[in-house]
């Protein structure tokens, strides 16, 4: 063997050691883990794992089952929207799998209650039981879990008081308890820190009622709340003005009332409808100060200063309050507003001609209101709007100027309907409105407002959003309709009621 041969097979030598040294081959797992599983996935015999599990293979090779590969332990399972059928056992298999850090059992028709025994599994980092039958009270052993970050129970039928306890463990970072039956005031204890990590929390159709806390302050790190459709009262507490990480805030189907404060305005997305709102306020000091304690002044729908202005918005939704006075004309910058719902309140004075800025915007609803102004015809430039409903106000005047252009080229649906609308259309008034005679291929999809939250060390990597879905008032074949969710498929103009003259082609 010459040198140069010999010097290349030494390389190779050693590249494979440090190779094999770097990425060791997995173990297989050990013989009490797989026996666990096989223990655990029998106790539910209408399982497809039953099946699909061999017992002759690696464990750490079953479908849903990750092991570390030092130490052939089981550290995930992960069976979503598989259907187990029955309730967790107490001495079930499961609880003896303790090197667990995330277990996922989303949609997996689970019943009865979670045992104590879920406690054992004190290395859990990310536990979804979500979209399940699970009944009675959060049990007090999930306060066992120090490391867990990530708990979903949303969207099953547990009742009983606020889980207060529950947050007091400083590692959760997402907590999803929306759709159950928790009922009475949200408090927290008072040994909960600002230290807390808590960046997700979901609280939505409950029967939670009582005060906002001010104590929801403390969790100095939220960036997206939802506490709607519950029956919380009184104002919103001046105190989340010290969430400067907040982004987005879901209030809407409450009793809450008083004024929205203006501090609200950093945020992306407001949905603050069905509830009893009857003015916005302003901040006295720049939005951009990082520090806390403003000071506030209540204003309705006063015109804020420059540096207020709703840069950040994506989504503003007003729809069913007590709000009063004009609307604001705040949306020079608000180049991302993609949805405006001001509709079923007491506003009046004019259409804010500043939304000809929002070159994304195609969401827009101000009916029922007293909006008093001539047909936004500089609206029809921005393509995006796919849904303009400006029924039942005071808008006036001719709906077509022949030196104007009638644009609109991407509407969808139009309702003006219930105003006092006059003059002439003429044949080619439509032509323009491309979308109106055109399938959009979205026949399945619905206009929404898409709130989003992405847990980066979530092993699936899913994301957990809320949806509020736009909604409107229409007459068909005589009948007013409420169309509690619009489909983008939809097609629909709606000129009636108002004093539109000519002869019909």
């Given amino acids: 063997m010459t040198r140069s041969h010999c010097f290349c097979f030494t390389t190779l030598y050693f590249f494979l050691l440090i190779h094999t040294l770097a990425f060791p081959p997995p173990h297989f797992c050990k013989q009490d883990q797989r026996d666990a599983l096989l223990e655990f996935i029998g106790?539910?015999?209408t399982s497809e794992y039953t099946s699909w599990w061999d017992k002759s293979s690696d464990c750490c090779l079953w479908s849903g089952i990750s092991c570390n590969q030092t130490s052939g332990q089981v550290i995930s399972l992960h069976l979503l929207d598989t259907l187990l059928n029955s309730s967790l056992k107490t001495n079930?298999?499961?609880?003896?799998?303790?090197?667990?850090?995330?277990?996922?059992?989303?949609?997996c028709n689970l019943q009865g209650e979670i045992p104590s025994s879920l406690g054992n599994l004190t290395r859990l980092e990310a536990l979804d039981l979500s979209d399940n039958h699970l009944v009675g009270e959060v049990p007090t052993s999930l306060g066992d879990l120090n490391k867990l970050r990530s708990l979903s129970l949303g969207s099953n039928?547990?009742?009983?008081?606020?889980?207060?306890?529950?947050?007091?463990?400083?590692?959760?970072?997402?907590?999803?308890?929306?759709?159950?039956?928790?009922?009475?005031?949200?408090?927290?204890?008072?040994?909960?820190?600002?230290?807390?990590?808590?960046?997700y929390l979901n609280l939505g159709d409950n029967r939670l009622d009582g005060p906002i806390p001010e104590s929801i302050s403390n969790f100095i790190h939220l960036r997206q709340l939802f506490i709607n459709h519950n029956n919380f009262s009184g104002s919103i507490p001046r105190s989340i003005s010290k969430l400067v990480k907040l982004r987005n805030i879901h209030l809407s189907n409450n009793m809450l009332k008083g004024e929205v404060p203006g501090f609200l305005w950093r945020l992306t997305r407001m949905v603050f409808s069905h509830n009893y709102f009857?003015?916005?306020?302003i901040s006295s000091k720049k939005t951009t100060d990082s520090n806390v304690g403003f000071e506030f002044k209540f204003i309705p729908w006063t015109t804020p200063p420059l540096d207020m202005q709703a840069k950040t918005v994506k989504d503003l939704i007003l729809r069913n309050n007590s709000f009063s006075g004009v609307i604001p004309d705040i949306f020079a910058d608000a180049t991302k507003l993609q949805s405006?719902?001001?509709s079923r309140n007491h506003l009046e004075g004019s259409f804010p001609k500043s939304l000809i800025n929002c070159k994304a915007l195609q969401f827009v609803n101000v009916e029922n209101n007293r909006i008093k102004d001539e047909f936004p015809f500089w609206l029809g430039s921005l393509s995006s709007i796919h849904v303009l409903i400006l029924?039942?106000?005071?808008?006036?005047?001719?709906?077509?100027?022949?030196y104007m252009s009638i644009g609109f080229e991407g509407l969808r649906v139009m309702d003006i309907s219930l105003n006092d609308f006059t003059g002439t259309l003429p044949p080619h008034y439509f032509s323009n409105w491309r979308e109106m005679t055109t399938s959009s291929g979205e026949s399945d999809q619905y206009y929404f407002t898409f709130i989003g939250y992405n847990a980066p060390w979530n092993i699936y990597g899913f994301i957990s959003y809320e949806s509020?879905?736009?909604?409107?008032?229409?007459?068909?074949?005589?009948?007013?309709m409420n169309f509690e969710r619009i489909l983008k498929d939809f097609r629909a103009i709606d000129f009636s009621g108002n004093r539109i003259s000519g002869k019909n082609s």
Avoid: A
């Fill in 391 to 402: 029924r039942s106000n005071l808008f006036y005047g001719p709906l077509y100027h022949p």
């Fill in 157 to 199: 039928s547990f009742f009983g008081p606020f889980p207060k306890s529950l947050f007091l463990n400083p590692s959760l970072e997402y907590v999803d308890l929306g759709g159950n039956q928790f009922t009475g005031p949200l408090e927290f204890v008072n040994s909960t820190s600002s230290s807390s990590k808590l960046q």
């Fill in 92 to 107: 079930s298999g499961l609880f003896r799998l303790q090197s667990l850090s995330h277990l996922l059992l989303r949609g």
């Fill in 43 to 45: 106790e539910f015999p």
């Fill in 340 to 342: 405006f719902d001001v």
């Fill in 278 to 281: 009857t003015s916005f306020g």
């Fill in 468 to 480: 509020v879905y736009h909604s409107m008032e229409m007459v068909n074949k005589g009948v007013e």
